[in-house]
């Protein structure tokens, strides 16, 4: 994996440029996609970009979907919280279709939490 091939799949996912700004997302998501390798997997695999990038995404929107939350709640408004959950539950399945495509890379046992329920 490479940050820099990384940054612009995150731009692709999240619309956002500004690296640095969410660089500690995309950091965190690489080391979680090493944690995951399998032993003798190929580091170098251009999918794994794609995975680190979909769960920088991921945890971007899992931002957004906080803050709205937070906002919704300081103001007393109603912000269409399906609409964030929703958000966060394509996010989730984006991030799922990169783990299979990558399953002959990571191993069968990773854990990541799932948003069943966890957001509606």
């Known amino acids: 994996m490479n940050i820099e ?3 612009p799949l995150f731009t692709l996912f999240t619309g956002q440029n500004d690296y640095d700004k969410y660089l500690p997302l995309i950091s965190i998501s690489i080391t979680q996609v090493n944690n995951m390798l399998l032993e003798n997997a190929d580091q170098n695999d251009s999918r794994l970009d794609m995975l680190a990038a979909s769960i920088a995404n991921y ?8 803050r709205m939350e937070s906002i919704s709640a300081y103001n007393g408004k109603m912000l269409m ?3 964030n959950s ?7 399945r984006i991030m799922n279709d990169y783990m ?4 002959d890379l990571i191993g069968q046992n990773t854990v990541f939490i799932s948003t069943e329920d966890s957001y509606d």
Not at 86 to 92: D, R, S, T, V
Not at 100 to 103: G, R, Y
Request: with cysteine; charged share 30%; hydrophobic share 35%.
């Open 5 to 7: 091939r990384i940054k």
């Open 59 to 66: 945890r971007y929107v899992q931002l957004l979907a906080s």
């Open 81 to 83: 919280p399906e609409k």
């Open 86 to 92: 929703g958000a966060l539950k394509y996010a989730e």
């Open 100 to 103: 299979n495509l990558c399953s």
